[in-house]
Every structure is written in C-alpha cells, then in structure tokens.
C-alpha cells in the first residue's frame, strides 16, 4: 500500500475508527516511517481543536474528528515540538496515554512531561500517570513541586480519576488523610520548602484560598502530629525556606508555618545561630518574626552579648521603625549584660542614624552618649556625616553631641520646571524617513512624534525615484510591529500609517484598534461609553487625514505641530500655516485644524491677530480665537460646527460660550460651557480589606452623540460598562500623547486621570505616571481637579509613581502653583473619606520638607490645614502626620496659628504619639 493510501485509511480512522484502530495502524509502521503522518495526524487534530469551541457555543458540530483518535496518531507519529505545539488537548485520558506511551515509547517522552508541567503546573492530573506506569521517570523540577501544592484545588488529587462534582467538594476527606493514603508522595513535601513559587503557584497563595482542613498547614501539622513527617526537620525546612529570602508574601508562610508548629524553649535554643542569621533577612516581616523569637529566647537562654550585638547591625537600618527600635532595645540590653561589649555596640548604633524616624534618631543618641561615644572622637566626628538628615528636632541635640554647630537643613537643588526650547521641522525627505524609524522604537516622546507626523506632511509627496529602496527598512519595520501583539495603541497606529505610506495605499483605519475595549485602568461610575471615540482613534484619523493630503501631492505643513517643548504653537506660525492651506485652496483636516486652535500660546495672539486677514471660516474661527470679534457668518451645517467649538476653547478655555453651546447641537462639558466637577470620595469594606473608592463627576452631563471632532469634550467621556479605562489611553505613551491636546486646561486631562487612579495598584511603566508628568511643566497650572490627582498620586503604592509626584510637588511648590487649601481639601478627604492610610502622605512629604527652608514653610502651613481631625475618630496613623508637623514648625521656627488645628491637638486625650508631638507643638 503507498503512502496516499495508508494517509488516506489514517484519515478514515480519525473521522470514524476507534483509539485501538489507531494503535493498531501505527503499531505495524517503523519508529522512523510513522513521521510521514504527523502532517496529517497534526493537521486533524486542529481542525477538531479549533472547531470545539464553536460547538461548544452552539452545539452544531463541525468536524467528523474524534478528538481521542486524533490524539493517539499525533503522539504516535509527531515530534516534540509538534506535540508541544498542540498544548495541554492533546492528552487523552490517562488510561489511553499510558496504553499509547507503552506501545510506542518515545524517546521524547520525559522531555514533554516536563515540559508540561512548566508550562501549566495544573497539568500535573493529566500527566501523573505516565510516571506512576513506569513510563519514565518522576520529574525533578520546580514545576512538579508546584504542582503538588495546588493539585488539591484542582482535582481530587492524589484520588483525581474520582469524577469531580460540587458535592465532592463539600464531602472531601481532609488532605492530610488522602496524603496518608498515598505515603510515595510524603518524600516530595520537603521539596515544598525549597520552591518559592509564583503568582497562584505557592504554598502562601494555596492556603489563602483553602479551607483550614483542606491547607497544607493543617495537612503538615497532622503528618507531623502522627510521626508520619519529622518535626525537627519540619522546623529546621521553615527557618532554611526564610534564609532564601522568597517574596514577603510567600515567605509569610513559613514563618506561621514554624509558629503553628508552637516549637518548645529547648526547639527554640537549639536553632538560636539561625535565628541570629535571619535578622539580615531583605524581607521585613522575617526579621520582625527573627526579633520576636530572638526576645523570646533570650530571657530564658541569653545569646552570646557579642553575637547579639552584631546580629543587629541590619536591623537597626531597618525602614520599619518598630524594628530598629527593637535593635536598638536588645543593643542595650546586651551591653547592660556586658559592659565590655559597649565597644562594639557603638559603631553598630551609630549606623542606626540613618533611619528616618526621629525616635529612631532620638534613641540612638541617647545609646550613644550611654555607651561613651564622647571617649571616641573617630566616632564622634562620624556624627556630622548623618547631620543633613536628621529630623530638625533632633539636629540640635546631635550636634551638642558631636561638638559641630547646628544648622538649618540643606538647601538642596530644586527642579524649576522643564525650559521652553523652540523646536525645528524635520528639513528632508530622507531625515523624515530616519526620524520616523526612532519614533516607531519610541514611542515616549509625543512631541517628538508630532515632528514626524508633520514630516510626512511637509515632505512626505516627495518621493525620490528610489523611494522603495530609501523607505524599505521603515515597511520592514512596521511590519514586524503590525504582525506582532504591541503594548501601545499608539505604537501599533504608527505601524499602521508607515505602512500605508511605504504602499502609497489609501488610508484607512487599522482592523485591530478595537477601541471600546480597551485595557482598564480603574473604577468609575460614569455613565457615558467610549464606543469608538477616544484620543488614540483622534490621532489616528488626524495622522490618516494627512497621509491623505500627501498620496495627492500636497506639501504642507502639520497645522497642529507645537513649534517649542512645552508644546504649545506660536500665533504667528498658526496664523501663517492656516494662511498656507487657503492659498493652496486646500481645507484643513478637522482633527488638525481643532488640534491647532487649542494647542495655540495665549502670548503673541494680538500681534498675530493684526496681520490676519479673515477671508474664510477658518480664519475667522483662527481670529477669535486669537481675540477678534466672533463672526460665524453661513455655516457649512454638520461639518464645520467642530471648527467653532475649538475657537471657543482656545479663547475662553474656563468660561462659558453659550453661542457655540447652541450651535453644537449637543449639551457636554466644554463644549460651550465650562465643565464643573464634583469630587466624589468613600471608602467600603470587604472581606477584611478597605477598598478607597474616589471619583471626579463632571457636569453638564453629555446630551446627544458627541462627534470625535468636539475635542475639548472628548476628555469628559469614560469607557463602556463599570471598568474604565481613560479616553487619552491605556498605556503611559498613550496618555503623555493625549496630554498635548489641550495644553492650556489641563484640569479635564486631569480628571481623566483622577477618575481611573488606582493607588494601589503596582505596574511596569504605570500609565498614571503620564497623568503627572505634565505638572512638572512650569506653565501647567492646577485647578482642584489637579490638585486632587496630585494628592491621590502621592499616596501611590508605586515608588515610580510616588516619587514622580514628590517631585511634582517639590516643583509645583517653587514655582507657586500648589494652593494649600486646595490641597489640603483633597487630602483630608482622601484620609477621613476614602481612608487612605496618613502614613503615605507622611512619608512623601518629609521628603520634600528637606528641599529647602521655603519648601518647609510651605509645608507648615499646608499641614497644619490637614491636621484637625476629630479626636474621637483618628485615622489610625495620624501620629505620624503629627509628628511630622512638630518637625516642621521646629525647622521653621514657626509657631502654629491655624486654630482649628489647635483645638483639635488641645483636645486630644488619648495617649500614644498624637498626644505626645500634640503637647509638643503646643509648647512651641
């Protein structure tokens, strides 16, 4: 029989034969000869595989493939990388594989086991079988140790050829009684302190999620209470597993591992080195738990004082302030044991200067001058080197100590804002081409791409006679990006424009920018959907419109080019580029000319209006806008109306315009009428967590479908349903892009931003970041809108967005833009409303106090309007904003005047710090 026949006979037993009808074709055919069908075999397989879903959604079956004879003939004819390309479908039921592997044994089969479990440890049920038949040999890697930890959730592991149901779930044995059914597998457990494991895949994330019978806490400790596992060993694996420093979360359950354990004094002495060893743990809570254990230990069975004193030398630089000062205490401790170990003791607490609590700070002064330090005078001088960062409270008494004179802080270099810088139009063809390739790398610099788009337009028709060869590498290029998944809407959209170019095709819109769906940033309660209208399809279209102009041979410039780096453009050069368009009697895109009017500077309009001479709509628009009469004159109904709304909002950017409100046929914020904003701020609880809830709703509510050439309204729209992502992007490019809209009000840019802010939330080059950056621009200004989002961004849990802030703050502040009591209003509310923990605040603000002495002024003043609480509800933390503003009026030398903030620290009662740094200020 040739080889068309027996493909076709394989055929006819994957479209009607049985699993053993297979077995038996390939069983008859050479290792070797049995490749020939994997082509086939393969390429049934996918048909069913691709095929399942529909049917699944519909019930209408498309294929005639039985996807369990499909399987037999992939696996007894492919290759590994053919069966890895099949994915995790391609196992048939444990007893079919292991009657296929036994037939056929494959030289490739303990390398796709493995490969298996790495890619989806979950895969474990449906590969265990091959091991346990003898096939190959038990996977030694990561991913079966994974996969051990969370197969209990998964299946009825070790039981999982028990069919699953949901009465299963509920009357399922505890796992430590199926382990003791199968007491092969006790071995591996001890593989589970050696794994960190990821995401879901960790012993800390299964136990989260699992009931107590049903955790591997509860299963170890019954092992261990039975003899079954070695409870030495047990706590010896807990303190190894925390030594390897595995993320705070996994590392978590280790250490409540070892004190559900309740280890004895004498279990406790015995491991007294490791403990010892732990204090120089990178994860805070293992040390915290080292301390805890080390204090328990030593009231019974002392540590070596010297040993002790050393072991603290990383705690007492700890960031917890808890835990320095629980250094610093057993420091003590130990020289009050022995006298002789003062010596070294000292250098170790003198380290502890670093930290920046003035408690921390306070404490290590009252060690040092305890232990002698003034018989030190290396020591002694080492003192001035901590002085700059000393909380202001504590600089006296440390310079009293070292004998240097105080002083007031340091005046550090303070960021003014970005300069303005003229920018320069791209002067050939050929740097145009060169300019776009960088911009198709990088995408971080809007202006930048701005000046590539107005490339295209100025020399984008001068097509040389080797225009494929000069352009080949910028189509390579954006095919490559078009063909692959890209992060950046905006990215891909540029991909998408260079490959039109290079085929001189007509522009159209790219079939993959599915725009209403775009990634969610945040929460948000507005009503109003995206559909298809957002900032990235704006750029898109205007980018479209220009290709356009230039596949007709027209050469001219970009209308809404920023002409300097703050991204604004010069009046004259407006007023001479629209004078351009009317003389080659070509009229303006719409996004363009919009764009234009509103990017355009409030200096020079007047001297750029006395050269205009209003011959057409648009520069009669172009005149108003510059302050010249409003003369709308006969409309272009339905298509120019856009044109006047721009005008409006280049002139009069925070004012209504009730004319162009009628005239636009739709009721929407800056669209006419000035937006107002309301600022929506709460907390709920769930679950034990608090989730902060805030959110900036804009008035008018939009009436009537807003057209996408209505740019000031655009930034008032949300994305469709309850999860909102932001109509200037998903990702940080995206958004810095949609920022040079409309430069001169950032206040609705801002409250995009503030609507989808997510505080908690941690990523790679986070997208809220671009909301902040344009504050560090000195024109930016602030309205409460801004204020807000600079509040909110302060309390991030992103150190990258944080410390953007920080910076935001420290400029805003030198260039008097920060206005305290609009500050303060959306931080008090953050805190009392949203329950923000003070503590964020707290510790961006001290940053900035060390600026400068009018930074801290500032900050005096500022503070003082948050802190007046009410004292029988305190935020939690509150004590250390207090403290924070003791050390304030202390550097300033200020004496605090806000009255409500002054009732409110004479009528606290309780204890603790707020009582303590309340009196304080108070006696200042």
Sequence with gaps: MGETANTDRLVEIINA????????????IPQKERRQFSAASLNLFKQWDKAQFETMMDGKNRTDVHPDVARVAVLASASISQVKSCGWNICPPPELMVRVYSEFQPDWLEAWVGHMLDDNPFNLSRVRAIWEAGLCQKPDRESYVLAMIVAPRHSLWPDSDTKLNPESWKN???????????????????????????????LAAYDKYSSADNSWTAALLELSDKGLIDRSRLLDASLDALARDF?????????????ALTPTQDELVT????????????????????????KKIDKSEPFEEIDLVKAMLPVVQARQKGTAMTGLRLIATAVKREPAVRENALPVVLSSLIHEAADVQSKSLD??????????????????????GLAPSVRPRASTLSGTKATASPQMPVAVGMEQIETTAIDSFDAFIVEFLHVLEDTTDPLRIERVIDGLARHGASMPSDFERITGPLAKRADQILGSASDTNLRYGLAHLADQYCQKSHPEMPERMVFGSMVSLGWSRKKNELGETNFVSVFIKRNADMLGQVLTGLSLPLLCAPTDSRGFIAPITLVERVCSYETAGVAPSAYDLGMALMRMDVQGRKKALTILEPSSEATRALSFALGGELNIGKLNVGKTKWLWVAAAAARYPRAD???????????????????????????????????????????????????????????????????????????????????TVWPQNLEPFYSQGATVFDADQKLSNSPYAAFIEPMLLQQSKLGPIGHFLLSQSLASTDAAVRSLSVEAVIVCIEGNRLDA????????????????????????????????????LFLTDLLSKIVHFDPDDLPRDAGGMVELLYELHVETNQRLTNENTRQFLSSVSAGGKVSKFSKLILSL
Aim: glycine share 8%; charged share 25%.
């Design 657 to 739: 315009m009730l004319r162009i409100a009628r005239l636009s046929g739709v009721i929407a914020p800056d669209v006419g009428v000035e937006a107002k904003y309301e600022i929506s701020v709460s907390s709920r609880e769930s679950g034990g967590y608090v989730f902060h809830e805030a959110a900036v709703n804009t008035s008018p509510e939009i009436r009537g479908v807003l057209p996408d050439t209505y740019l000031p309204g655009l930034f008032h729209l949300t994305t469709a349903g309850n999860f909102s992502g932001s109509v200037c992007g998903h990702h940080a490019d995206d958004i810095r892009w949609a920022s």
């Design 172 to 202: 399922r044995e505890p796992l430590a009684a199926r382990v003791q059914r199968h007491p092969d597998l006790i071995p591996d457990l001890w593989r589970f302190f050696e794994v960190e494991g990821t995401g879901e895949f960790s």
């Design 271 to 294: 491991r007294k080195e490791h403990l010892l060893r732990l204090t120089g743990s990178v994860v805070p809570p293992t040390v915290s738990f080292a301390l805890k254990t080390i």
């Design 367 to 388: 060690l040092l001058d305890e232990f002698g330090v003034k018989d030190h005078p290396q020591l002694l001088a080492k003192i001035d080197d901590y002085l700059d």
């Design 821 to 856: 009591d609009l500050f303060a209003d959306a931080t008090r509310a953050l805190i009392l409303k949203a329950r923000f923990p003070a503590a964020r605040w707290t510790r961006a603000l001290g940053e900035v106090m060390r600026v400068s002495q009018s930074h801290a």
């Design 247 to 259: 993320a705070q979360f996994r590392a978590g359950w280790f250490s409540r591992f070892f004190e």
């Design 17 to 28: 034969g049985t699993p053993e009808d297979c077995i038996n074709f390939f069983s008859s």
